[in-house]
């Protein structure tokens, strides 16, 4: 009888090479996997009769290839391994620049959604693992806060302030590239009738995470995620030479943060201009990572196209405003995202084509248009920019 087996587990970790798994390797545990369904397909291949005597014709087998999606919930803390993959490496990742806390100041509410991304009220804590994003203004006690036993995403008084425990912020700052570095992607089922006692592992190498999409409508941001994955092979702990990533020397983990972005968490800036409402807001970026033959014998290369960004928005603006907007063939658009746990992911579109569409005009004297997403880049700008904070030190 075949043995059914229950989702536990999903690591996600950086080759340094394509195919290897790293040393010392650092894993990231997703958390709100819903689905998970990458597989090996088998390719085959039909030969046609070949002379006169007739003879059958017979399937040859290929390669094989991974491939599926991992639908989880849409998480701040996703942002790193999401641009790393999809966008590209970050040029510069560094711990989160603040001040140490200090007796009796005031502090202002910490805000997400500054474009100018400068950090606000945020602070370290002395025990050195630990940053404190102040939610409530206000001025801080004669004692700095004790956060033993305290967990992450707690909300603290301090005085008259209100400040919110995450651990320490690493930003990250990056532009679109051609070459992507691969992932590696482990995950594990256990017997949903025999329990723990029989595990299944699977081991997928060389993975490409081909599209992301932030999606707002009717309110809200979509929480769930389905990340499109091609893989070029994979081992399970059946095989004799299977190794688990987490018992390799110097492995290390670390665990992805349950929290997602809301509706209020999001701004979009139109050459700098923003709309009086988004009301409905679709964005994806897409990289479709082909495998072709070189030219080189006995060789295998990863060609990766040029990026595709696409989606629509409808947002509604003043009259002076609407002008302004809807006569720019292409324009900066800058997507704001960020919360008061200070995640935060802010995207700059350089150059964003927009057709004229008709606008639908309401008795409020206000305007709505809706922009389809086309944007371009070339040899002096490139096709998006991103800035992300995040507490997963995704290295």
Not at 64 to 72: A, H, K, L, M, V
Request: proline content about 3%; overall charge negative; aromatic content about 8%.
């Amino acid at each position: 009888m075949a043995t059914n087996y229950k989702f536990t587990k999903a690591l996600f970790y950086k080759e340094a090479e394509e195919g290897q798994i790293p040393s010392n390797p650092a894993a990231v545990q997703t958390a709100g996997i819903i689905n998970f369904s990458v597989k090996d397909t088998q390719q085959t291949e039909t030969n046609p009769t070949i002379d006169n005597n007739g003879q059958a014709s017979k399937k040859d087998r290929g390669k094989s290839n991974f491939d599926g999606n991992i639908e989880c919930k849409y998480m701040g803390d996703m942002m790193p391994i999401l641009v790393t993959h999809v966008i590209g490496d970050p040029d510069t990742i560094a711990t989160t620049t603040v001040s140490a806390w200090q007796t009796a100041t005031a502090y202002e509410k910490y805000d997400a959604l500054d474009d100018t991304l400068s950090i606000g009220d945020i602070v370290s804590h002395s025990d050195g693992i630990h940053m404190l994003v102040c939610f409530k203004a206000g001025t801080s006690d004669a004692i700095e806060p004790d956060l033993t036993g305290v967990s992450i995403g707690s909300k603290i008084v301090d005085g008259t302030a209100e400040w919110i425990v995450v651990k320490n912020l690493t930003i990250y700052t990056g532009v679109s590239q051609a070459c992507l570095p691969s992932i590696g992607i482990e995950y594990s089922g256990d017997s949903s009738c025999g329990g723990a006692s029989d595990v299944f592992k699977k081991r997928i190498n060389g993975a490409y995470l081909n599209a992301m999409e932030l999606n707002k409508t009717a309110g809200g941001v979509i929480h769930k995620y389905s990340i499109p994955v091609t893989a070029r092979s994979a081992k399970d702990n059946t095989e004799v030479d299977w190794t688990s990533i987490e018992d390799e020397a110097g492995y290390t983990q670390q665990d992805m943060i349950d929290f997602a972005f809301k509706y209020d968490d999001m701004k979009v800036l139109i050459n700098g201009i923003q709309p009086i409402d988004t009301t409905m807001f679709r964005m994806t970026i897409t990289r479709n990572t082909a495998y072709e033959d070189a030219v080189e014998i006995n060789s295998k290369v990863s060609n990766t196209p040029i990026m595709q960004v696409e989606g629509e928005m409808t947002l509604k603006f003043t009259k002076e405003e609407y002008q302004k907007a809807f006569n720019n063939e292409a324009a900066e658009i800058k997507i704001l995202l960020g919360n008061a746990r200070g995640e935060l992911a802010h995207f700059t579109f350089n150059n964003v084509e927009r057709d004229r569409v008709d606008p639908d005009f309401t008795t409020e004297r206000f305007a709505e248009i809706t922009v389809p997403l086309t944007a371009d880049g070339n040899n002096s700008y490139r096709t998006v920019d991103y800035k992300v904070q995040s507490q997963i030190n995704y290295q």
